[in-house]
Structure formats: structure tokens, C-alpha cells
């Protein structure tokens, strides 16, 4: 491991400031510490900022607010949780091993590297490690990689369950910088590839975030997550998709989806809602936000399956929350 220095922070104030420098946030280290082991990460000066008050989970009039240093554990399991927003805890659970949920935070999880071999792989071509260098999953193995979003320049999916849920939820991150507070879509968090494959976020040099807030909607207690991967324990997402509906007299009066394991972001599927929006809940507007969802996907040689399994998973994710809102209305 490269050498680096350590120091734990007990203000937002000294946390902003040696981030400003160029210094690395420290939270539960899951993913930051791994990748400084392969030494793909090799960051100079580490903070600790576990000692800011930023755990709370609380219901506002906005909405739900969660801290930045909850850890995903104490997320998933906390009663305003799975009463209000029961799809974010579900996404957490289908996240993480528990020994992984223990330690991780809401805002370390929203801000992981990605998964690709090839960013983990020192000798190997990635533009996200290093820029100018090339995309070897191209060309290479790409059977999890992305089918949307993609560019020559990069073809790997996001990480996060949490994020897909988030989006589809229109959360909404906070980050404190010195000018003060600023809010953003969760969405808006993540920049699609492009040619600047290395520039993930819009967080920037400085700024820390501190909560997220999910409002409330008729929505909300009646959404699934549907997460497909390789084998039945802890394992990335070859797809998975959060929906939640807002069914009345049989017809649908609202509706988010967003999925993921498909995109370099976690991807919104504003078309499949538009389709069905106000239209008979049922198989027939089920399988119709499913072709929908589908558009514009760019299969890679060794992903295409991908396809057919987004427009199932999207199905069957409308089919368990339409169970839920049959259920509570």
C-alpha cells in the first residue's frame, strides 16, 4: 500500500477544508480501502470523519431525512424506514453482505467506485483509472457491463442498489460547502461517461454531503425492488429495477422506475411511466413500460442478454408493487 497520513476531524468546517486540499473522506472505508489495498486508489491524506453528527434518520415535512454517516444497517432496519420508504430498505438489504451493511454509510454507498474487473486490473487498459488509457471491456469480457449510457471511452455500470431506489424516488442529496448549503437530485449526482470517463460525480473539492432527503408520495409504501444477479448471496446487479405505483380504482395514477446494472448511471425510466400513466394497472401496461424501458439500449458482444432481462425484470417489478398497492387500498 502506497503511504498516506491519517487524521480524524470533529467539525464539518476541518472535514471541507482538508478535503479542499486534496485530502480523501474516510466513512466505513469498504470499498476507499480496498481499492487503496490494490493501490487503484492512492490517496496522499485520509480524513476520518466519523465523529460528525451526520447518523440521524428522521421524518420532516419534507420527507424523510437520513444522514450521511448512517450506516446502512442501521438504515434498513429503522422503523420510519420500512414503514414510509420500505423500497429503500429493501434496496439496502439486497445491497451488502451484513458485515458490509454494518460498516458502510449512506454516503460512502452513493459514492463507491465502480465494479469493473478492468478498473481493478493495474495492467490493464481503463480510462476511468487511468484517462487516455482506453476501455479494454470493449473488446474484452463485458458480459456486466453497460447496455445504456455507455461511451467509446467506457462501458462499465454503476454499483449502487441504493442509488437506482434513490433515483427512482426523487431523492434529493445536500452538501455542505463553504458558500453554505446546496441541494440536487440525487439523479444529477452522476455524469454519464462521455469522453471524461474519470470525472463520476458533481461533488466537488470541498463540498461534503450530509443528508439525504426523500419526500413523500402516494408512492412510496407500495414499491419493490427487483434485483437479478449471478448467484442468490451477496452479488452486483446484472439488473435490477424499483418501482412504485400509486394505483386507484383499478387505474394508475403514479408511477417511478429507474434500474439498474444497465447503465453507467442508475437509469430513470421516465418513458416506461410516461407510457402508463393513467392507464388500467395490469399485464398489458406492465409489458408495455417493459418495451419502453428497452429503448435505445446499445448491447456490447457479451452483453445483449441483458436486454430481454431489463423488459422481465421491469415486469415483474410492476407486477410485486401492483400486489402491494392491491393490497393496501
Known sequence: MVPFTYDAVQSEQEARSAAAAGARFLAGGTTLVDL?????????????????????????????????????????????VTREQPLIAEALLEGASPQLRNMASIGGNLMQRVRCPYFRTLDAACNKRQPGSGCAAIEGLNNTHAILGASEHCVATHP???????????????????????????????????????????????????????????????????????????????????????????????????????????????????????????????????????????????????VELLRRTVIRALELSAEIAGETR
Open 36 to 80: 487503496m489495498r490494490e493501490e487503484v486508489e492512492r490517496p496522499e491524506s485520509l480524513i476520518d470523519i466519523n465523529q460528525l453528527p451526520l447518523r440521524d434518520i428522521q421524518m420532516e415535512s419534507g420527507g424523510l431525512i437520513i444522514g450521511a454517516l448512517a450506516r446502512m444497517a442501521e438504515v434498513a432496519a429503522h422503523p420510519l
Open 160 to 306: 449502487s442498489d441504493l442509488a437506482v431506489a434513490l433515483v427512482a424516488l426523487d431523492a434529493v442529496l445536500r452538501v455542505r460547502r463553504d458558500a453554505g448549503l446546496r441541494e440536487f437530485p440525487v439523479e444529477d449526482l452522476y455524469r454519464l461517461p462521455g469522453d471524461t470517463p474519470h470525472i463520476e460525480h458533481m461533488i466537488e473539492p470541498g463540498e461534503l454531503i450530509v443528508e439525504v432527503v426523500v419526500p413523500r408520495g402516494a408512492y412510496a409504501r407500495r414499491a419493490r425492488y427487483v434485483k437479478v444477479r449471478d448467484r442468490a448471496s451477496y452479488e452486483f446487479a446484472l439488473v435490477s429495477v424499483a418501482a412504485a405505483l400509486e394505483i386507484d380504482d383499478e387505474q394508475i395514477r403514479s408511477v417511478r422506475l429507474a434500474a439498474g446494472g444497465v447503465g453507467t448511471k442508475p437509469w430513470r425510466l421516465r418513458a416506461s411511466e410516461a407510457a402508463i400513466m393513467g392507464e388500467r394497472a395490469g399485464r398489458k401496461a406492465w409489458e408495455l413500460a417493459a418495451s419502453r424501458a428497452i429503448e435505445g439500449a446499445r448491447p456490447l458482444s457479451g452483453n445483449g442478454y441483458k
